[in-house]
């Protein structure tokens, strides 16, 4: 089992960056692949990127792709997400997920574990 933290939300301009940061506690943090998504009112939840166990395959929705990037640091428990070009539209609670996934997963039925959310606005 593993419990997630998500940080590093907060109000930023469009057109500019922030990196998020997910701690996860557990031993076996190097075993669960890892994705991050985001809810804004009103909207399901939506996926926007995954990253595997070992950091060699990662995958982006559409909308992200290019302006973000997700990473992780097995030594740490911890995986990030570089988001850089920020739109209004990425006003989002941001999630991260971790699941024991081989191959790569982006419905959010896929992912047993979560964090609280961290909440990122966009102003224009």
């Known amino acids: 089992q593993v419990q997630l933290v998500e940080s590093g939300g907060r109000l930023v301009q469009a057109g500019g960056s922030l990196r998020l940061s997910c701690a996860a506690s557990g031993r076996t943090f190097s075993s669960y692949a890892m994705g991050w998504f985001r809810q804004a009112p009103g909207k399901e939840r939506e996926f926007v990127a995954t990253?595997?166990?070992?950091?060699?395959?990662?995958y982006y929705a559409d909308s992200v792709k290019g302006r973000f990037t997700i990473s992780r640091d097995n030594a740490k428990n911890s995986v990030y997400l570089q988001m850089n070009s920020l739109k209004p539209e990425d006003t989002a609670v941001y999630y991260c997920?971790?699941?024991?996934?081989?191959?790569?997963?982006?419905?959010?039925?896929?992912?047993?574990?979560w964090g609280q959310g961290t909440q990122v606005t966009v102003s224009s």
């Open positions: 990253i595997s166990w070992s950091g060699g395959i990662t």
């Open positions: 997920a971790a699941d024991l996934l081989v191959g790569v997963y982006i419905t959010p039925d896929e992912y047993a574990y």
